[in-house]
C-alpha cells in the first residue's frame, strides 16, 4: 500500500534527495554521498524497478499516483503541486515524476567481459550498496595528442558539449574540455582548429507509440520477456531484468572520457537498441546513471551490462587479454573503414572523448585504426565527422552486422 505524503514546504527536509537536480557537482556529491540515482519519468521508473533497484522514495503531482500504485510498493511517495516539484528541483519537471533509486554494486571489468550481470535485489544477498560505480571527475576531457587535426572527432565524430535540459535551460554536464589524459597520466588538454563548433545541440526524441511496453512495464498489462520496446531498448527477461543475451560478449564498446552526461545516455540507447553486449568505461567517463544519463537513455543504462575500468594506462591490456581485437575509431579517412575491419570472434569498440578524440596512447595500443567514410564532397565543404551519437549508430550498426 502506497505511503502518501502530502508535502508543501520546498525546504521540507524528506526531500533533500530532489534537490536541485540541474547543479552538477551537487547532484554528483550528494549522489555518491548516500548511494542514489535519480529516474524520472514513469517509463524509466519502470525499467529500473523491474530491473532491481531498490525504491528509496517518489517525488511526483497527485496525477501520477495512480498511473504508478503497482511499482511504488513501501516506498514513502511524496505527493506536492508542480509549483513545490520546480521550486525543490529547480526546473518543471514534465514528466510528472521523480524516484530516488539506491545504486547496486558495479561489477568489474572482467566479470562484465565473462557474461556477469549487474547485481540486483533479484540476484544478489549481500544487499544494496554501490561500492565501485565511480563518481568520476568530469571537470575535464582532452587528451593530449590523439591524432585528430583539423576539426576530427571525438571517437567517431561527436561535437555535443552541453546539451539543454528540459526544453531549455542548458545544464552544462561537462565543465570543458582541459586537463585529459595523456601518455602517462593526466597532461593539459589540446585544442582542435576548425570542424563543427562546439555547443551542437543532440536531443534524444521519446519513446515512439503511446503503446510502447516497458522494461519491466506494460503491453495491455502484461510484460513482454526479452523482447524489443517500439524504440528499440530491450525489456525485461534475462537475469535481474536485463535482455536476455547470455553468454560472454563478443561485441562491447569502450568509452574513453566521454564526458557530456547527455552523450553517455544516448550511446547506451544505440548500443541497447542494436544488440551490442556491454559497455566499458574509462576512469573519467560520466556516470550513466546521473539524471540526464538515464532520462536521455530512457533506461537503456539499465538494459545494457556495464563496468567502469580502475586503469586507464593499462585498461585496454585486460581487453586484449580476454581475447579482443580493438578497433579505434577515429576521424582519419585513411583508416580502414569499419565494414572491412576484421573483427574475430570479439570486438570492442574504442570511442573517444568529446573535442579531441582517442589518447594517442589508445590509438597506438588499438589493433586496428578504422573510420566511417566520409562524403567526398562533404570533406570538400570541411564537414569531415559526425557528432558522437550519429557515430556510434552508424558503427554499432556495423558491428553487429557480421556477428
Known amino acids: 500500500m502506497a505511503r502518501l505524503i502530502p508535502v508543501t514546504d520546498p525546504a521540507d527536509l524528506r526531500l533533500a534527495d530532489y534537490t536541485r537536480l540541474r547543479d552538477v557537482n551537487l547532484r554528483k556529491s550528494l549522489e555518491a554521498e548516500h548511494g542514489l540515482f535519480m529516474a524520472e519519468g514513469e517509463k524509466v521508473i519502470r525499467r529500473a524497478v523491474a530491473t532491481g533497484y531498490p525504491v528509496r522514495s517518489l517525488l511526483m503531482a497527485r496525477r501520477w499516483v495512480e498511473p504508478l500504485s503497482d511499482v511504488v510498493g513501501d516506498a514513502p511517495v511524496y505527493v506536492a503541486d508542480d509549483e513545490v516539484i520546480e521550486a525543490v528541483t529547480g526546473f518543471a519537471v514534465h514528466r510528472g515524476a521523480l524516484a530516488s533509486m539506491e545504486r547496486l554494486p558495479l561489477p568489474s571489468v572482467a566479470a562484465v567481459l565473462a557474461g556477469a550481470r549487474p547485481a540486483s535485489r533479484h ?7 554501490y561500492a565501485g560505480h565511480g563518481y568520476a571527475d568530469q571537470g575535464g576531457g582532452g587528451q593530449d595528442g ?26 552544462q554536464d561537462s565543465g570543458g574540455q582541459g586537463g585529459g589524459q595523456g601518455d602517462g597520466g593526466q597532461g593539459g588538454g589540446r585544442s582542435r582548429p576548425g570542424g563543427v563548433a562546439r555547443g551542437e545541440v543532440l536531443e534524444v526524441g521519446g519513446l515512439g507509440s503511446a503503446g510502447l511496453a516497458d522494461g519491466g512495464g506494460r503491453e495491455g498489462g502484461r510484460v513482454r520477456p526479452g523482447g524489443r520496446t ?36 544516448a550511446i547506451f540507447r544505440c548500443a541497447a537498441a542494436l544488440g551490442v553486449d556491454a559497455i566499458i568505461l574509462s ?10 544519463s538515464v532520462k536521455v537513455s530512457m533506461g537503456a543504462v539499465f538494459a545494457i551490462p556495464y563496468a567502469r575500468m580502475t586503469d586507464w594506462h593499462d585498461g585496454l591490456a585486460e581487453l586484449r587479454d580476454a581475447g579482443f581485437t580493438l578497433l579505434a575509431l577515429t576521424p582519419d579517412q585513411s ?13 570492442a569498440l574504442l570511442l573517444g572523448t568529446e573535442g579531441d578524440g582517442l589518447s594517442s596512447r589508445w590509438l597506438r595500443e ?6 566511417i567514410p566520409m562524403s567526398a564532397g562533404a570533406m570538400d565543404l570541411g564537414v569531415d565527422s559526425l557528432n558522437v551519437v550519429a557515430a556510434t549508430a552508424i558503427a554499432c550498426h556495423e558491428l553487429m552486422r557480421g556477428r
Open 123 to 129: 540476484n544478489d544477498d549481500a544487499g544494496h550498496g
Open 146 to 171: 590523439g591524432g585528430q587535426d583539423g576539426g576530427g572527432q571525438d571517437g567517431g565524430g561527436q561535437r555535443d558539449d552541453g546539451q539543454g535540459d528540459d526544453g531549455g535551460g542548458g545544464e
Open 230 to 265: 517500439s524504440d528499440g531498448v530491450p525489456e525485461g527477461g534475462g537475469e535481474g531484468g536485463r535482455p536476455g543475451r547470455g553468454g560472454r560478449p563478443q561485441r562491447i564498446l569502450v568509452l574513453e572520457d566521454l564526458v557530456d552526461h547527455g552523450n553517455v545516455g
Open 283 to 292: 576512469p573519467r567517463c560520466a556516470d550513466p546513471l546521473y539524471r540526464r
Open 335 to 347: 583508416a580502414v573503414p569499419l565494414q572491412k575491419a576484421p573483427m574475430g570472434e570479439r570486438a
Open 366 to 371: 588499438a589493433d586496428h585504426p578504422v573510420c
